[in-house]
């Protein structure tokens, strides 16, 4: 089974950027039958959302509203590690955030849903203060 590995986050000011990473072990990233890896986040009090995926070894990438235009999902197969860029950051993107890795079908069905992925991180916090 994947191991996924969250660095990166931090505290920043509103309008600043950050660049998480997920660092993938125990199995070859690129092998992972050609499947879909994610970022979600999740603030104190509310429910498990998802923010970005990305199909492995392929350029197929979607997001959810709230980051369209301001994140970034990316990957380095050589790496065995996934990124997700974060620029012009409010405060309602303060949350604990996880990459998660599924199916090759949920990239293919676009999906965000969090039940939709089976291995997942112990994820990274990123504060944003005005």
């Known amino acids: 089974q994947v191991q996924l590995v969250e660095s990166g986050g931090g505290s920043v000011q509103a309008g600043g950027s950050l660049r998480l990473s997920c660092a993938a072990s125990g199995y070859s990233y690129s092998r992972y039958s050609s499947g879909c890896m994610g970022w979600f986040r999740q603030a104190q009090g509310k429910e498990r959302e998802g923010v970005a995926a990305?199909?492995?070894?392929?350029?197929?990438?979607y997001y959810a509203d709230s980051a369209e235009g301001r994140f970034t999902i990316s990957q380095d197969n050589a790496k065995n590690t996934l990124y997700l860029q974060m620029n012009s950051l409010k405060p309602e993107d303060t949350a604990m955030y996880y990459c998660?890795?599924?199916?090759?079908?949920?990239?293919?069905?676009?999906?965000?849903?969090?039940?939709?992925?089976?291995?997942w991180g112990q994820g990274t916090q990123v504060t944003v203060s005005l």
């Open positions: 998660a890795a599924g199916q090759w079908l949920v990239c293919n069905r676009g999906s965000l849903d969090p039940a939709d992925f089976a291995s």
């Open positions: 990305i199909n492995i070894g392929g350029s197929r990438t």
